[in-house]
């Protein structure tokens, strides 16, 4: 086997995960009318440091998750699946983009960082 050279990182490729996301951390002493703007541009950095894209792309139903109840009345937690995906087109920014999509769940009990299969 060979060994790993110094200096250069692991090549990306096409990954899943479930994050768990306090947006009520995250938007804490904001001004109310700035709250679900700024939670969702909170997932898109979440995403973008986890994920290693910097194109992130936000599901219509995560985006109608965070604004359901307004725009000053957000979900505390809120539970998000990042697909690492391969571009189809070639813009220059990188071969890989990010698809965050929103996840229900009953709970957030025991909820860990899953990486879940490919679909």
Not at 45 to 68: G, Y
Not at 70 to 75: A, T, V
């Amino acid at each position: 086997m060979g060994k790993k050279e110094k200096g250069k990182p692991n090549p990306l490729g096409e990954v899943s995960r479930d994050y768990t996301i306090n947006l009520h951390k995250a938007v804490h002493k904001e001004t109310f009318k700035r709250k679900a703007p700024r939670a969702v541009s909170h997932i898109i950095r979440f995403a973008q440091k986890n994920m290693l894209t910097d194109d992130v792309r936000i599901d219509p139903q995560l985006n109608e998750a965070v604004w359901a109840r307004g725009i000053r009345n957000l979900p505390r937690r809120i539970r998000v699946r990042f697909q690492r995906k391969k571009k189809e087109e070639d813009d220059g920014k990188g071969k890989y983009y990010t698809l965050a999509q929103y996840v229900p769940v009953d709970s957030f009990d025991n909820l860990k960082t899953e990486i879940t299969k490919q679909q």
